[in-house]
Protein backbone atom coordinates (compact mmCIF):
# COMPACT_ATOMS: atom_id res chain seq x y z
CA UNK A 1 0.00 0.00 0.00
CA UNK A 2 1.50 3.14 -1.19
CA UNK A 3 1.16 6.25 1.47
CA UNK A 4 0.90 9.78 0.64
CA UNK A 5 2.75 12.70 2.16
CA UNK A 6 1.11 15.93 2.91
CA UNK A 7 2.68 18.82 3.54
CA UNK A 8 1.08 21.68 5.90
CA UNK A 9 0.78 24.86 4.31
CA UNK A 10 3.07 27.41 5.35
CA UNK A 11 1.73 30.23 7.90
CA UNK A 12 2.71 33.45 7.43
CA UNK A 13 3.92 35.04 10.57
CA UNK A 14 1.84 37.98 12.32
CA UNK A 15 2.70 41.21 10.84
CA UNK A 16 5.28 43.67 13.30
CA UNK A 17 5.17 47.61 13.36
CA UNK A 18 8.91 48.29 13.49
CA UNK A 19 9.86 51.22 15.71
CA UNK A 20 13.07 53.67 15.22
CA UNK A 21 13.45 55.60 18.95
CA UNK A 22 16.81 58.15 18.18
CA UNK A 23 18.26 58.70 21.59
CA UNK A 24 20.60 61.63 22.13
CA UNK A 25 22.88 58.70 24.18
CA UNK A 26 21.67 55.45 21.54
CA UNK A 27 19.63 54.57 18.79
CA UNK A 28 17.21 51.01 18.99
CA UNK A 29 15.34 49.48 16.71
CA UNK A 30 12.61 47.05 17.74
CA UNK A 31 9.72 45.10 16.15
CA UNK A 32 6.55 44.89 18.05
CA UNK A 33 2.90 42.75 17.65
CA UNK A 34 -0.47 44.46 16.91
CA UNK A 35 -1.05 44.54 20.81
CA UNK A 36 1.84 46.46 21.65
CA UNK A 37 4.07 43.48 22.97
CA UNK A 38 7.94 43.24 21.65
CA UNK A 39 9.45 40.64 19.78
CA UNK A 40 12.37 39.34 21.20
CA UNK A 41 15.47 38.69 18.64
CA UNK A 42 14.02 41.56 16.50
CA UNK A 43 15.87 44.64 17.69
CA UNK A 44 19.36 46.37 17.41
CA UNK A 45 21.07 49.01 18.99
CA UNK A 46 23.90 51.35 17.96
CA UNK A 47 25.73 53.98 20.14
CA UNK A 48 24.94 57.56 19.53
CA UNK A 49 26.64 60.55 21.52
CA UNK A 50 26.42 64.46 21.61
CA UNK A 51 29.45 66.24 21.41
CA UNK A 52 30.30 68.36 23.98
CA UNK A 53 32.84 71.23 24.22
CA UNK A 54 33.14 74.16 26.32
CA UNK A 55 31.52 77.38 25.30
CA UNK A 56 28.02 75.56 25.82
CA UNK A 57 28.42 73.29 22.51
CA UNK A 58 26.10 70.12 22.34
CA UNK A 59 25.93 68.97 19.04
CA UNK A 60 24.79 66.10 17.11
CA UNK A 61 27.07 64.30 15.00
CA UNK A 62 24.46 63.83 11.83
CA UNK A 63 26.54 61.29 10.04
CA UNK A 64 27.09 58.87 13.03
CA UNK A 65 23.70 59.33 13.57
CA UNK A 66 22.66 58.81 9.81
CA UNK A 67 24.82 55.79 9.42
CA UNK A 68 24.11 53.98 12.79
CA UNK A 69 20.14 54.13 12.26
CA UNK A 70 20.15 52.83 8.79
CA UNK A 71 22.47 50.26 9.88
CA UNK A 72 19.72 49.29 12.11
CA UNK A 73 16.90 48.68 10.07
CA UNK A 74 19.50 46.61 8.03
CA UNK A 75 19.76 44.44 10.80
CA UNK A 76 16.18 44.49 11.34
CA UNK A 77 15.96 43.77 8.10
CA UNK A 78 17.54 40.65 7.89
CA UNK A 79 16.19 39.57 10.68
CA UNK A 80 12.49 39.77 9.56
CA UNK A 81 11.88 36.87 7.79
CA UNK A 82 8.54 36.37 6.07
CA UNK A 83 7.31 38.49 9.27
CA UNK A 84 4.79 41.24 6.95
CA UNK A 85 5.48 44.52 8.30
CA UNK A 86 3.16 46.80 8.89
CA UNK A 87 4.77 50.29 8.96
CA UNK A 88 7.60 51.87 10.19
CA UNK A 89 7.47 54.58 13.05
CA UNK A 90 10.14 56.83 14.33
CA UNK A 91 10.71 58.51 17.55
CA UNK A 92 13.28 61.12 18.50
CA UNK A 93 14.81 63.32 21.33
CA UNK A 94 13.91 66.70 20.79
CA UNK A 95 14.58 69.45 19.84
CA UNK A 96 17.35 69.13 17.47
CA UNK A 97 18.16 72.00 14.49
CA UNK A 98 19.59 70.66 11.30
CA UNK A 99 20.22 73.60 8.41
CA UNK A 100 20.11 72.66 4.77
CA UNK A 101 20.98 74.35 1.80
CA UNK A 102 19.47 74.62 -1.64
CA UNK A 103 20.45 70.99 -2.70
CA UNK A 104 18.45 69.93 0.68
CA UNK A 105 22.28 69.01 2.09
CA UNK A 106 23.07 69.38 6.00
CA UNK A 107 25.27 72.38 6.60
CA UNK A 108 26.94 73.94 9.38
CA UNK A 109 26.55 72.09 13.00
CA UNK A 110 23.26 70.23 14.12
CA UNK A 111 22.32 71.45 17.59
CA UNK A 112 20.30 70.00 19.98
CA UNK A 113 18.32 70.78 22.74
CA UNK A 114 21.67 71.03 24.70
CA UNK A 115 23.46 73.58 22.99
CA UNK A 116 23.65 76.84 25.32
CA UNK A 117 25.28 79.06 22.51
CA UNK A 118 22.19 80.81 21.16
CA UNK A 119 21.85 81.89 25.17
CA UNK A 120 22.45 85.70 23.43
CA UNK A 121 19.26 85.73 21.35
CA UNK A 122 16.70 84.27 24.28
CA UNK A 123 16.09 87.71 25.53
CA UNK A 124 15.46 89.09 22.00
CA UNK A 125 13.14 86.01 21.12
CA UNK A 126 11.11 87.26 24.61
CA UNK A 127 10.61 90.65 23.47
CA UNK A 128 8.78 89.05 20.30
CA UNK A 129 7.20 85.72 21.44
CA UNK A 130 4.31 84.94 23.32
CA UNK A 131 4.88 81.89 25.35
CA UNK A 132 1.04 80.99 25.90
CA UNK A 133 0.69 80.96 21.98
CA UNK A 134 3.88 78.84 21.40
CA UNK A 135 3.63 76.43 24.21
CA UNK A 136 6.94 77.90 25.99
CA UNK A 137 9.31 80.28 26.56
CA UNK A 138 12.13 81.76 25.03
CA UNK A 139 15.25 79.46 26.05
CA UNK A 140 18.23 78.44 23.88
CA UNK A 141 16.94 75.07 23.44
CA UNK A 142 13.65 76.30 21.06
CA UNK A 143 14.51 77.05 17.37
CA UNK A 144 14.05 80.95 17.69
CA UNK A 145 17.10 81.69 19.53
CA UNK A 146 18.83 78.65 18.16
CA UNK A 147 18.04 79.96 14.38
CA UNK A 148 18.88 83.31 15.09
CA UNK A 149 22.57 82.04 16.79
CA UNK A 150 23.07 80.16 13.46
CA UNK A 151 22.68 82.72 10.84
CA UNK A 152 24.65 85.22 12.89
CA UNK A 153 27.59 82.71 13.47
CA UNK A 154 27.83 81.55 9.87
CA UNK A 155 27.51 84.43 7.84
CA UNK A 156 29.36 82.56 4.74
CA UNK A 157 26.69 79.82 4.98
CA UNK A 158 23.56 80.07 3.49
CA UNK A 159 20.80 78.07 5.12
CA UNK A 160 17.78 77.39 2.54
CA UNK A 161 15.78 75.91 4.98
CA UNK A 162 15.79 74.40 8.76
CA UNK A 163 14.45 71.18 10.20
CA UNK A 164 14.74 68.46 12.71
CA UNK A 165 17.03 65.38 12.94
CA UNK A 166 14.08 62.81 12.42
CA UNK A 167 12.64 65.16 9.42
CA UNK A 168 15.60 65.12 7.79
CA UNK A 169 15.68 61.22 7.70
CA UNK A 170 11.77 61.60 6.55
CA UNK A 171 13.32 63.62 3.90
CA UNK A 172 16.47 61.68 3.45
CA UNK A 173 14.29 58.19 3.41
CA UNK A 174 10.96 59.07 1.32
CA UNK A 175 11.40 62.73 -0.16
CA UNK A 176 8.63 64.39 1.94
CA UNK A 177 8.98 67.77 3.93
CA UNK A 178 6.91 67.52 6.88
CA UNK A 179 6.81 67.38 10.34
CA UNK A 180 3.98 66.16 13.29
CA UNK A 181 2.50 68.41 15.25
CA UNK A 182 4.33 66.94 18.16
CA UNK A 183 7.98 67.85 17.30
CA UNK A 184 6.88 71.03 15.54
CA UNK A 185 5.31 71.76 19.54
CA UNK A 186 9.07 71.46 20.75
CA UNK A 187 10.60 73.74 18.39
CA UNK A 188 8.90 76.84 20.44
CA UNK A 189 7.40 77.86 17.10
CA UNK A 190 4.11 75.79 16.68
CA UNK A 191 1.15 78.30 17.26
CA UNK A 192 -0.86 76.03 20.01
CA UNK A 193 -3.90 77.17 18.68
CA UNK A 194 -3.92 77.43 15.20
CA UNK A 195 -1.65 74.50 14.97
CA UNK A 196 0.18 76.63 12.15
CA UNK A 197 4.09 78.40 12.21
CA UNK A 198 3.21 81.24 14.96
CA UNK A 199 3.81 84.63 13.19
CA UNK A 200 6.01 85.89 15.70
CA UNK A 201 8.02 83.07 16.25
CA UNK A 202 8.75 83.39 12.73
CA UNK A 203 9.54 87.09 12.65
CA UNK A 204 12.00 86.71 15.72
CA UNK A 205 14.05 83.68 13.80
CA UNK A 206 13.80 85.69 10.73
CA UNK A 207 12.71 82.74 8.47
CA UNK A 208 10.20 82.42 6.41
CA UNK A 209 6.96 79.55 6.81
CA UNK A 210 7.96 78.28 3.61
CA UNK A 211 11.45 77.54 5.46
CA UNK A 212 10.39 75.36 7.71
CA UNK A 213 8.30 72.09 6.95
CA UNK A 214 4.84 71.68 6.17
CA UNK A 215 2.51 70.41 9.43
CA UNK A 216 0.65 67.33 9.62
CA UNK A 217 -0.47 64.83 12.47
CA UNK A 218 1.17 61.54 13.14
CA UNK A 219 -1.00 59.12 11.62
CA UNK A 220 0.92 60.75 8.33
CA UNK A 221 2.95 58.60 6.59
CA UNK A 222 4.92 58.13 3.09
CA UNK A 223 6.91 55.56 1.24
CA UNK A 224 10.72 55.09 0.52
CA UNK A 225 12.56 56.50 -2.43
CA UNK A 226 13.70 54.23 -4.68
CA UNK A 227 17.03 53.87 -3.91
CA UNK A 228 15.82 53.08 -0.34
CA UNK A 229 13.65 50.26 -1.65
CA UNK A 230 16.40 48.35 -3.13
CA UNK A 231 18.00 48.80 0.13
CA UNK A 232 15.42 47.43 2.12
CA UNK A 233 13.25 45.51 -0.35
CA UNK A 234 10.78 44.29 2.39
CA UNK A 235 9.96 47.79 3.24
CA UNK A 236 9.33 49.01 -0.03
CA UNK A 237 5.88 49.35 0.09
CA UNK A 238 5.86 50.26 3.84
CA UNK A 239 4.24 53.60 5.15
CA UNK A 240 7.19 55.49 7.46
CA UNK A 241 4.95 57.50 9.85
CA UNK A 242 6.58 61.32 10.30
CA UNK A 243 8.58 61.16 13.69
CA UNK A 244 7.08 62.16 17.39
CA UNK A 245 8.93 63.31 20.11
CA UNK A 246 10.54 60.85 22.67
CA UNK A 247 8.15 62.37 25.28
CA UNK A 248 4.87 62.11 23.47
CA UNK A 249 5.77 58.47 23.19
CA UNK A 250 6.86 57.92 26.67
CA UNK A 251 3.41 59.30 27.77
CA UNK A 252 1.67 56.96 25.33
CA UNK A 253 4.23 53.82 25.47
CA UNK A 254 4.07 53.56 29.53
CA UNK A 255 -0.07 54.41 29.48
CA UNK A 256 -0.60 57.02 30.93
CA UNK A 257 -3.12 59.05 28.92
CA UNK A 258 -5.94 58.82 30.88
CA UNK A 259 -6.90 60.98 34.05
CA UNK A 260 -4.84 61.08 37.08
CA UNK A 261 -1.39 59.37 35.13
CA UNK A 262 1.53 61.03 35.03
CA UNK A 263 4.82 60.27 33.31
CA UNK A 264 7.75 60.40 34.59
CA UNK A 265 11.52 60.06 32.33
CA UNK A 266 14.98 60.06 33.36
CA UNK A 267 16.55 58.88 30.83
CA UNK A 268 19.63 61.25 29.43
CA UNK A 269 17.78 64.00 30.92
CA UNK A 270 14.13 63.74 32.73
CA UNK A 271 11.15 65.00 32.78
CA UNK A 272 7.29 64.78 34.24
CA UNK A 273 4.38 65.01 32.02
CA UNK A 274 0.17 64.91 31.75
CA UNK A 275 -1.96 64.17 29.00
CA UNK A 276 -4.74 66.39 28.45
CA UNK A 277 -7.44 66.74 25.75
CA UNK A 278 -9.95 69.96 24.92
CA UNK A 279 -8.85 72.79 24.12
CA UNK A 280 -4.53 74.33 24.93
CA UNK A 281 -4.45 74.35 28.43
CA UNK A 282 -3.66 77.24 31.03
CA UNK A 283 0.12 76.81 31.58
CA UNK A 284 0.92 76.79 35.45
CA UNK A 285 4.28 78.49 36.10
CA UNK A 286 7.58 77.59 34.65
CA UNK A 287 6.08 74.33 32.76
CA UNK A 288 5.39 73.90 28.97
CA UNK A 289 2.66 72.75 26.56
CA UNK A 290 3.51 70.29 24.19
CA UNK A 291 1.59 68.02 21.53
CA UNK A 292 1.02 64.24 21.54
CA UNK A 293 -1.31 64.81 18.35
CA UNK A 294 -3.99 67.08 17.06
CA UNK A 295 -6.32 66.45 20.11
CA UNK A 296 -3.57 65.49 23.03
CA UNK A 297 -1.75 68.29 24.74
CA UNK A 298 1.40 66.86 26.90
CA UNK A 299 1.80 69.52 29.83
CA UNK A 300 5.10 69.47 32.10
CA UNK A 301 7.94 70.37 32.67
CA UNK A 302 11.65 69.01 31.78
CA UNK A 303 15.36 69.17 33.52
CA UNK A 304 18.69 69.18 31.84
CA UNK A 305 19.88 66.37 34.04
CA UNK A 306 18.95 62.64 34.82
CA UNK A 307 20.94 59.79 33.70
CA UNK A 308 23.64 62.48 32.18
CA UNK A 309 24.41 63.83 35.96
CA UNK A 310 24.47 60.02 37.43
CA UNK A 311 26.84 59.09 34.59
CA UNK A 312 29.07 62.38 35.77
CA UNK A 313 29.19 61.18 39.14
CA UNK A 314 30.13 57.99 38.76
CA UNK A 315 32.70 58.63 36.34
CA UNK A 316 34.20 61.55 38.39
CA UNK A 317 34.05 60.45 41.89
CA UNK A 318 34.97 56.61 40.45
CA UNK A 319 31.94 54.92 41.59
CA UNK A 320 30.32 52.16 40.11
CA UNK A 321 28.58 48.45 40.13
CA UNK A 322 26.63 47.30 42.79
CA UNK A 323 29.12 48.52 45.59
CA UNK A 324 27.66 51.86 45.11
CA UNK A 325 23.91 50.70 44.61
CA UNK A 326 24.41 48.89 48.39
CA UNK A 327 26.31 52.28 49.59
CA UNK A 328 23.32 54.19 48.30
CA UNK A 329 21.43 52.10 49.86
CA UNK A 330 22.45 52.39 53.09
CA UNK A 331 22.75 56.21 53.43
CA UNK A 332 19.03 57.54 55.48
CA UNK A 333 17.46 60.43 53.16
CA UNK A 334 19.02 63.75 53.30
CA UNK A 335 21.28 62.66 55.96
CA UNK A 336 24.23 63.62 54.74
CA UNK A 337 24.43 67.56 55.13
CA UNK A 338 25.19 68.54 51.90
CA UNK A 339 22.79 70.48 49.15
CA UNK A 340 23.35 69.56 45.62
CA UNK A 341 21.72 71.65 42.70
CA UNK A 342 22.59 69.33 39.95
CA UNK A 343 22.42 72.48 37.43
CA UNK A 344 25.49 71.25 35.77
CA UNK A 345 24.27 72.26 32.04
CA UNK A 346 22.08 75.53 32.91
CA UNK A 347 17.84 74.80 33.53
CA UNK A 348 15.17 74.03 31.68
CA UNK A 349 12.05 73.87 33.62
CA UNK A 350 11.04 76.20 35.57
CA UNK A 351 13.72 78.98 35.68
CA UNK A 352 15.21 78.15 32.19
CA UNK A 353 18.18 79.46 32.55
CA UNK A 354 21.30 78.63 30.19
CA UNK A 355 23.92 79.95 32.61
CA UNK A 356 22.84 78.54 35.82
CA UNK A 357 26.18 76.44 37.47
CA UNK A 358 26.24 73.18 40.00
CA UNK A 359 26.96 73.29 43.29
CA UNK A 360 27.13 71.16 46.09
CA UNK A 361 26.94 72.87 50.19
CA UNK A 362 28.21 71.48 52.94
CA UNK A 363 31.22 69.29 52.09
CA UNK A 364 33.36 68.51 55.29
CA UNK A 365 36.35 66.18 55.37
CA UNK A 366 34.04 63.11 56.40
CA UNK A 367 32.14 63.97 53.33
CA UNK A 368 32.25 60.39 51.13
CA UNK A 369 32.30 60.21 47.44
CA UNK A 370 28.58 57.93 47.96
CA UNK A 371 26.97 61.01 49.72
CA UNK A 372 28.11 63.52 46.77
CA UNK A 373 26.42 61.09 44.38
CA UNK A 374 23.15 60.60 46.67
CA UNK A 375 23.33 63.99 47.33
CA UNK A 376 23.13 64.78 43.29
CA UNK A 377 20.63 62.09 43.17
CA UNK A 378 18.32 63.50 45.57
CA UNK A 379 18.56 66.72 44.15
CA UNK A 380 17.11 65.50 40.75
CA UNK A 381 14.19 63.94 42.22
CA UNK A 382 13.37 66.85 44.15
CA UNK A 383 13.38 68.83 41.18
CA UNK A 384 11.00 66.22 39.40
CA UNK A 385 8.58 66.68 42.22
CA UNK A 386 9.34 70.38 42.62
CA UNK A 387 7.86 70.37 38.69
CA UNK A 388 5.27 67.48 40.04
CA UNK A 389 3.72 69.59 42.17
CA UNK A 390 3.01 72.87 39.92
CA UNK A 391 0.56 69.97 37.86
CA UNK A 392 -3.04 69.62 38.75
CA UNK A 393 -2.13 66.28 41.29
CA UNK A 394 -4.95 64.15 43.27
CA UNK A 395 -4.80 62.14 46.01
CA UNK A 396 -5.01 58.92 44.02
CA UNK A 397 -2.81 59.93 41.22
CA UNK A 398 -0.05 58.08 39.78
CA UNK A 399 3.27 58.21 38.31
CA UNK A 400 4.14 55.39 35.64
CA UNK A 401 8.02 55.97 35.54
CA UNK A 402 10.35 55.17 32.74
CA UNK A 403 13.94 55.42 31.40
CA UNK A 404 16.94 53.41 31.47
CA UNK A 405 18.90 55.46 34.05
CA UNK A 406 16.27 55.12 36.60
CA UNK A 407 15.25 51.34 36.25
CA UNK A 408 18.80 50.39 36.57
CA UNK A 409 19.34 52.28 40.19
CA UNK A 410 17.11 51.25 42.60
CA UNK A 411 18.09 53.81 45.18
CA UNK A 412 16.76 56.20 43.00
CA UNK A 413 13.48 54.64 42.40
CA UNK A 414 12.79 54.88 45.81
CA UNK A 415 14.16 58.60 46.45
CA UNK A 416 12.03 59.45 43.65
CA UNK A 417 8.70 57.88 44.92
CA UNK A 418 9.55 59.52 48.38
CA UNK A 419 10.34 63.13 46.88
CA UNK A 420 7.13 63.06 45.12
CA UNK A 421 5.10 61.61 47.73
CA UNK A 422 3.29 59.04 45.38
CA UNK A 423 3.54 55.57 44.29
CA UNK A 424 5.55 54.91 41.40
CA UNK A 425 4.96 52.56 38.96
CA UNK A 426 8.34 51.40 37.15
CA UNK A 427 7.80 50.82 33.12
CA UNK A 428 10.83 47.86 32.42
CA UNK A 429 9.93 46.50 29.54
CA UNK A 430 12.98 45.87 27.43
CA UNK A 431 12.26 47.76 24.55
CA UNK A 432 11.57 50.96 26.46
CA UNK A 433 8.21 53.36 26.85
CA UNK A 434 8.68 55.75 23.95
CA UNK A 435 9.66 52.99 21.15
CA UNK A 436 6.53 51.55 22.25
CA UNK A 437 4.90 54.57 22.34
CA UNK A 438 5.84 55.05 18.91
CA UNK A 439 4.67 51.91 17.99
CA UNK A 440 1.30 52.42 19.55
CA UNK A 441 0.80 55.63 17.52
CA UNK A 442 1.61 54.11 14.30
CA UNK A 443 -0.82 51.40 15.23
CA UNK A 444 -3.31 53.67 15.96
CA UNK A 445 -3.07 55.49 12.53
CA UNK A 446 -4.09 51.69 10.92
CA UNK A 447 -7.00 51.60 13.30
CA UNK A 448 -6.15 49.46 16.23
CA UNK A 449 -7.10 50.37 19.36
CA UNK A 450 -4.68 52.62 21.53
CA UNK A 451 -4.13 50.87 24.66
CA UNK A 452 -4.68 52.89 27.76
CA UNK A 453 -3.48 50.65 30.64
CA UNK A 454 -0.23 51.33 32.13
CA UNK A 455 3.02 48.86 31.13
CA UNK A 456 4.42 49.10 34.23
CA UNK A 457 5.45 46.03 36.10
CA UNK A 458 6.44 46.96 39.67
CA UNK A 459 5.09 49.40 42.44
CA UNK A 460 7.79 51.46 44.87
CA UNK A 461 5.91 53.11 47.81
CA UNK A 462 6.44 56.25 49.02
CA UNK A 463 7.77 56.21 52.99
CA UNK A 464 6.01 59.25 54.14
CA UNK A 465 8.51 60.02 56.82
CA UNK A 466 11.16 60.38 53.94
CA UNK A 467 8.47 62.79 51.87
CA UNK A 468 8.54 65.34 54.38
CA UNK A 469 12.36 65.32 54.31
CA UNK A 470 12.62 65.86 50.78
CA UNK A 471 9.72 68.88 51.06
CA UNK A 472 12.41 70.53 53.01
CA UNK A 473 15.37 69.99 51.10
CA UNK A 474 13.47 70.86 47.89
CA UNK A 475 12.83 74.38 49.91
CA UNK A 476 16.48 74.47 50.66
CA UNK A 477 17.93 74.23 47.34
CA UNK A 478 15.54 77.21 46.07
CA UNK A 479 16.73 79.33 48.75
CA UNK A 480 20.72 77.92 48.16
CA UNK A 481 19.89 78.27 44.24
CA UNK A 482 18.17 82.07 44.63
CA UNK A 483 21.71 83.01 46.90
CA UNK A 484 23.97 81.66 44.07
CA UNK A 485 21.48 83.55 40.96
CA UNK A 486 22.33 86.75 43.00
CA UNK A 487 25.94 86.18 43.65
CA UNK A 488 26.43 85.06 40.13
CA UNK A 489 24.27 88.45 38.87
CA UNK A 490 26.55 90.58 41.07
CA UNK A 491 29.82 89.51 39.81
CA UNK A 492 28.41 90.02 36.40
CA UNK A 493 27.79 93.81 37.13
CA UNK A 494 30.94 95.57 35.64
CA UNK A 495 32.91 98.19 38.08
CA UNK A 496 34.64 101.10 37.36
CA UNK A 497 38.14 102.05 37.69
CA UNK A 498 39.29 103.78 40.82
CA UNK A 499 40.05 107.67 39.81
Known amino acids: ?207 RADQLPELADYDLAFSLRPEFQVRWPKLAHVPFYLGVSDGATATVGSGALLPGRFALTVGSTSAVRMALTGPPPAMPPGLWSYRITREIHLLGGALTEGGNLYSWLTSTLQLGGKELEEELLGIAPDSHGLTFIPSLGGTRSPDYDPHARGTVHGLSYATTPAQIARAGMEGVACRLADLAWRLPITDDAVFIASGKALLASRPWQQMLADALGRPLLLEDRPAGASARGAALLALAAQGYPLPTEPAAQRLVEPVPDHHELYRAATQRMRVLGAALDRLRKAQEVPTCDPA
Open 1 to 207: MTGQHFTQPMRTPPPVMLSLDLGSSGLKGSAFDTLGRSLAGLEAHAPVALRYAPGGVAEVDLPALIQGIEEILDRLHQRLGQRPVLGVALTSFVSSLVALDTADRPIGPVLSYADTRSAGEVAAVARRVDPEQVGCPAFSAYWPAQIRWWQAAHPHLHAARYCSVPDYLLRRWTGAWVTSYSLASWTGMLDRFSLSWNAEALAAAEV
